[in-house]
């Protein structure tokens, strides 16, 4: 600073010229003024400009670094994640499966079905502090509130699925605490879960604690097994597109007899069909067409859209006098057989108005019947139709049993069944269906809860036809309409999961333990009472196998000693990788628990079975509110 000094006292002449360029000396953001007159004021000046832009810079890019980090954001707490791993390994072997997908699904453990997942959505932002500072240029918000990180979605991401190693291994890593289902395929093998011990059927529900590896796991795979044959038609010629099924028996949701489809195909133009990567198991094999609309064409010109009947191996009508086939772990079964060509049928009948009326100007008539695997189905059909006499037709309708529906504003149904004729004569009156009205409501009055969901059915016990109020209004009051002459059981769903039916009745009946019988024509007298009550029980526990150690994976199934036709009091929990269940909205009542080692979906609901294991059960008494802790044996196998 010195020799900057002397430098300038020397040179008198020029100060007044090159004195304009001293302002950015005192303040660094005023512009250096360039003086092309004298040289080195000129290179004075320019490098004062240089060092002022530089300040500028400098200063714009701390006050930046102020904002950003001298307030620091809130520090995001990393969850404690777990690890699950294993190996998967051919059944009866140690030779590892490589290639294999291994998914995990995480799981709520109260209703045991999947947790519903987010998508992959980035971050938001948003401000928090008072609402009235002044705005801050750099940040576009308010000054002085540094901007929180939340997520878009809390929920879980779904979990991408691995694939086995070279040793048949897998890793899971970076797991949140939770409980999760595992589950392996492969081609040529079956699907299966996690200490599953039937097809089909669940595994073990794992639960991870955090911080937790869950590993050594050991999934043993099961080889398919595959299906093939001829099938020729009643002339023996080659029966071409022919619909085969594999149906394995099985009961569903509401405690039907039915049967599962495992596997279809269609033959091809040498009658042959072939079911590949079957579980193994044993089966019913069906081809042809069963009740419902008619099938089209099989999608090529020159098809000639043959109908066959529905027909079961070996040549049966029916499942009751079919043969069931063994499929076997990597092996082949062969079923030849064949089926009879089949015509469809006309459905003739007359519709008249119950109020006495000439007959409608217009119908529709529609067609409801149960598949082979249990669903309830309907189709319409246009009908030739004289609005003067009330006198209908409708043509193409293959055999099977129906539930016919008339309807022109006011309706009327009736079952049939076609086999081997057309179907006449028959006779309708809209309007005629007997109505009932109903209510929903607490065991307290004081007691308050949502109703509206509230659905009540009435199942019909020969036509397979159900009827049911569509709404409960705020007060719970419900109407059921146009019930079709017949002999029903009243069913109460959708129910809020906190509640239970605790009466239902109509007039002096308990339909608990009694039906409704409707006649065309005839009032039902009386109101139908659905009482709820929020007294319900839980009941937790572990199931032991015969070595008395925890049995993982085994359902643990509450079944009532009385009203087993109400299959909507059967409840049941599978146990975790603990042993542990627990059986919530328990109704007080006398039951037996069971737990079988290995039982199939909904095969609890198979009479036989329950009368073979009943002396295996435990008996429970459960009153109103109460919790009971039930340590249970497994029923090895069935007797």
């Known amino acids: 600073m010195a020799r900057s000094r002397e430098r300038v006292g020397g040179r008198k002449d020029s100060r007044h010229k090159t004195e304009m ?4 000396d005192a303040n660094p953001f005023a512009p250096a003024i360039y003086n092309a007159e004298n040289s080195k004021g000129s290179w004075r000046c320019l490098m004062k400009f240089l060092v002022s832009l530089a300040t500028i810079a400098v200063l714009a890019i701390s006050s930046v670094s102020i904002v950003s980090t001298g307030a620091q954001l809130p520090q995001q707490t ?4 777990g690890k699950i791993e294993g190996t998967v390994l051919r059944t009866g072997s140690n030779d590892p499966i490589i290639g294999a997908r291994v998914t995990l699904t995480r799981i709520n453990p109260t209703t045991g079905s999947p947790m519903q ?8 932002m948003s401000n928090t502090g008072p609402g009235n500072l002044t705005p801050n240029p750099l940040l576009g918000g308010p000054s002085g509130t540094p901007p929180t990180v939340q997520p878009a979605n809390p929920d879980p991401l ?3 699925p691995l694939t086995t190693d070279g040793r048949g291994r897998f890793v899971f890593t970076d797991i949140a605490a939770g409980s999760y289902r595992l589950a392996v395929v492969s081609p040529g093998y079956v699907r299966q879960e996690y200490g599953q011990r039937i097809f089909p059927g669940q595994g073990t529900l794992l639960n991870l604690m955090a911080g937790e590896t869950i590993g050594d796991l050991v999934m043993r795979v099961t080889q398919t097994g595959n299906v093939s044959g001829h099938i020729t038609d009643n002339m023996g010629q080659l ?3 022919v619909r085969v099924a594999l ?3 099985s009961y569903n949701a509401i405690g039907q007899r039915t049967y599962e489809e495992a596997g279809n195909t269609a ?9 590949f990567w079957v579980t193994p198991g044993r089966y019913y094999i069906a081809a042809g067409s069963a009740a419902g609309p008619a099938p089209g064409g099989g999608g090529f010109p020159n098809d000639p859209m043959d109908i066959y009947s529905l027909t079961f191996y070996p040549g049966a009508p029916d499942p009751s006098r079919a043969t069931t086939i063994d499929v076997r772990s990597g092996s082949e079964s062969t079923a030849d057989f064949s089926v009879n060509r089949q015509q469809a049928y006309k459905v003739r009948g007359r519709v008249a108005d119950g109020a006495g009326g000439p007959p409608p100007a217009a119908i529709n008539v529609s067609f409801a019947y149960q598949g082979i695997t249990g669903q309830n189905s309907a189709f319409n059909k246009g009908q030739i139709y004289d609005p003067a006499t009330g006198a209908f037709e409708v043509q193409n309708i293959l055999p099977g049993a129906y539930v016919v529906q008339v309807s022109a504003g006011p309706v009327d149904r009736a079952a049939i069944e076609i086999v081997n004729s057309n179907v006449d004569n028959l006779s309708f009156i809209l309007g005629s269906g007997s109505n009932v009205t109903g209510r929903v409501r607490m065991d307290n009055p004081a007691q308050s809860s949502t109703l509206t969901s509230v659905r009540v059915q009435l199942r019909s016990l020969t036509a397979g036809l159900t009827v049911g109020n569509q709404t409960t209004d705020a007060d719970g009051n419900f109407k059921i309409e146009s019930i079709g002459s017949g002999e029903y059981r009243a069913v109460v769903s959708s129910t809020p999961p906190e509640l239970y039916v605790k009466e239902l009745h109509l007039g002096g009946f308990d339909l608990m333990t009694q039906t409704i019988r409707a006649s065309s024509g005839t009032p039902i007298v009386g109101t139908l009472e659905v009482v709820l009550s929020p007294n319900v029980s839980q009941i937790d526990g572990v199931v032991m196998d015969d070595r008395h150690q925890p049995a993982p994976g085994v359902q643990a199934v509450l079944v009532p000693d009385r009203n087993r036709e109400h299959t909507e009091l059967f409840k049941a929990a599978t146990t975790d990788q603990n042993g542990h269940y627990t059986i919530r909205n328990v109704p007080p009542g006398d039951y037996k628990l069971f737990a079988w080692e290995a039982l199939e979906p909904f095969g609890y609901f198979d009479p036989d079975l329950l009368n073979k294991s009943e002396s295996q059960a435990k008996a429970l008494h459960v009153i109103e509110s109460s919790k009971l802790n039930v340590e249970l044996p497994w029923i090895r196998e069935t007797p």
């Not at 360029?21 to 950015?24: A, G």
């Open 21 to 24: 360029c001293s302002n950015s």
């Open 78 to 81: 990393a969850a404690v994640t």
């Open 117 to 124: 997942v987010a998508g992959t959505g980035g971050m938001s």
């Open 158 to 160: 779904p979990i991408p």
């Open 239 to 241: 029966a071409v597109n």
């Open 247 to 249: 149906l394995k028996a």
């Open 267 to 275: 033959t091809n133009d040498r009658g042959e069909y072939r079911l």
